[in-house]
C-alpha cells in the first residue's frame, strides 16, 4: 500500500507540472488531487478523448476504485491501456498488476511481465522489484546444498561474494543448518552486494524496503533493486523466454 501512495504522488505532481500548458488538464489533475472527482470527471474525459495519457491514467484510477464513478475494472483497464500504449510509467505498472491478479481482465501472466519490462525499461524501481522478486526468488536453491555452515561461513570471511550471499541467505531464511538472524543476514548480504553479487543486491533491497535487520530505507531499497535488475534479471533471456507471449 505505501507504494501505491508514492506513485500516486509523483504521478500528481509530474503531471501539474506537465499539465502548466495545458489548463484543462491542469484542472482535471487538481481536481483530482483534492479528491473532487465528480468536477474532475468533466475536464479529465475531454482531454482523455484527445488520446492524453496523464487524463486517461486518472480516470483509470477513478474506475479502478470507484472515485466519482461507480467502480469499474474493466472501463479502468481499458483507460490503463490506452495511457501505457503512450509510454505512461505508471500505466504500465497498473496493467502488470491487473494482468497479473486477473483485475478487469483475464489473468495473463506473460502479459503482466511484459507491462512490468516496459515500465523497467523506464528505470521505475516498483516494476523493477517485482521482475527481481520472481527471477530471484526461483533461483534460490541453496536449501538443497550439502555444505556445512561452518564451511560457508569460512569461505565468506575469506572474502568470497557467493558464499557471503549463501551464507546472508542461510540466514534470511533459516534453514536446516542455520536460525534466523535479521542482523547477520543483513551484515552478509551487504557485503556479497558491495562486490556486485546481482542476488545479494534484491535480498538487500528487500531488507531495506520492509525494515529487515536493519531500519526501512526506500532510497536504499530504490537503489540496490535497480542494481540487481541490471546486473542479472534483465538480461537472462533463456530464464525469460517461458515467459514470452
Not at 475494472?73 to 497479473?100: P, S
Not at 523493477?128 to 526468488?137: A, G, P
Request: charged letters at 20%; hydrophobic letters at 35%; a positive charge.
Amino acid at each position: 500500500m505505501k507504494y501505491l501512495f508514492i506513485l500516486l504522488f509523483i504521478f500528481i505532481s509530474s503531471s501539474i507540472s506537465y499539465a502548466n500548458s495545458n489548463t484543462e488538464l491542469t484542472t482535471g489533475i487538481e481536481l483530482f488531487h483534492d479528491k473532487k472527482y465528480k468536477e474532475a470527471y468533466k475536464y479529465l474525459q475531454k482531454e482523455a478523448v484527445q488520446n492524453n495519457s496523464d487524463a486517461q491514467y486518472c480516470l483509470g484510477l477513478m474506475y479502478r476504485y470507484g472515485n466519482g464513478v461507480p467502480m469499474n475494472c474493466k472501463k479502468a483497464f481499458k483507460f490503463f491501456y490506452k495511457a501505457a500504449e503512450q509510454n505512461n510509467i505508471y500505466a504500465q505498472i497498473r496493467l502488470g498488476k491487473m494482468y497479473r491478479w486477473g483485475t478487469g481482465v483475464k489473468s495473463d501472466y506473460k502479459k503482466s511481465i511484459y507491462w512490468y519490462f516496459k515500465a523497467s525499461e523506464q528505470n521505475n524501481p516498483d516494476a523493477q522489484r517485482v521482475l527481481c522478486s520472481i527471477y530471484y526468488i526461483a533461483k534460490v536453491t541453496f536449501m538443497n546444498n550439502a555444505e556445512s555452515l561452518n564451511d560457508i561461513a569460512r569461505s565468506a570471511e575469506n572474502g568470497n561474494p557467493k558464499a557471503q550471499y549463501k551464507l546472508g541467505l542461510h540466514y534470511y531464511y533459516k534453514s536446516s543448518i542455520s536460525e534466523h538472524d535479521k542482523e547477520k543476514a543483513f551484515y552478509w548480504l551487504k557485503k556479497a552486494a558491495l562486490e556486485d553479487n546481482a542476488g545479494a543486491q534484491f535480498f538487500l533491497s528487500q531488507m531495506y524496503s520492509y525494515g529487515i535487520g536493519t531500519e526501512e530505507n526506500i532510497k536504499e531499497s530504490d537503489h540496490w533493486v535497480s542494481k540487481a535488475y541490471h546486473n542479472g534479471c534483465q538480461n537472462d533471456k533463456a530464464f525469460w523466454s517461458k515467459y514470452q507471449p
